[in-house]
């Protein structure tokens, strides 16, 4: 397992067949500068993909004081950590994710007097990680920097589907581990329907 930004970095480089980097905040190379600007966004898709036991947390959501303008009868605050929701507490509970009235912060709208959620978390440190989302996260970095720095078409498509394997292989191994009800991409068709790649993305590989 890396240990550093740099060292997941590298495992990407090693993917795409290129030099590894000493240190991936004062590297220079193209390569490192579009490792570094893209990096904590790629972490996130990863991490939004699959509801990765490492990342997932549980809360009771603090009710603010002022209700929403309409439409609902409470409100509540989302943690500064939120990526997007696992399932509420009762899944049966009808609610919105909506951006606060201010547009400083994301919040719940619910008639629940009461609302607790598992959620995915914004985790950064690579210890807290498993191997398999740090493996994946190195794919997709793999992927993003094959088409944009690279140019290459051959080796993005084959990054992409390195990085749906891993999703698929690993994901499944994660969700054995005490979780249930995930849905695991195997298939271009359902990586699709999955939603972790764009339409974009996805017209690309489909036309390889």
Not at 33 to 38: E, F, V
Not at 86 to 106: F, G, M, N, Q, V
Not at 116 to 145: F, H, R
Not at 166 to 181: C, H, N
Request: net charge negative; proline share 2%; aromatic share 10%.
């Amino acid at each position: 397992m890396a240990t550093s930004k740099t060292g997941l970095v590298n495992q990407a480089l090693v993917k795409l067949g290129q030099s590894t980097i000493t240190n991936l905040d004062t590297d220079t190379s193209t390569l490192a500068n579009t490792a570094r600007t893209i990096y904590d966004t790629v972490r996130r898709a990863v991490i939004m993909a699959h509801p990765w036991n490492s990342v997932i947390k549980r809360v009771k959501l603090a009710r603010l004081s002022d209700a929403p303008a309409f439409g609902f009868s409470y409100q509540y605050q989302l943690p500064t950590d939120f990526i997007a929701i696992y399932k509420p507490e009762d899944i049966r509970d009808d609610y919105r994710i909506e951006l606060s009235a201010d547009s400083t912060s994301r919040v719940i709208v619910t008639d629940c007097t009461e609302f607790n959620i598992t959620y995915k978390a914004d985790v950064e440190v690579l210890n807290l990680m498993g191997p398999g989302l740090q493996e994946c996260i190195s794919w997709k970095l793999a992927m993003e920097m094959a088409e944009t720095v690279l140019g290459d078409k051959g080796k993005f498509d084959q990054m992409a589907r390195g990085y749906i394997d891993a999703l698929s292989e690993y994901g499944f191994e994660d969700s054995i581990q005490g979780q249930t009800e995930q849905f695991i991409a195997t298939t271009w068709v359902d990586e699709r329907i999955a939603g972790t790649l764009s339409d974009d993305v996805f017209r690309k590989i489909e036309s390889a």
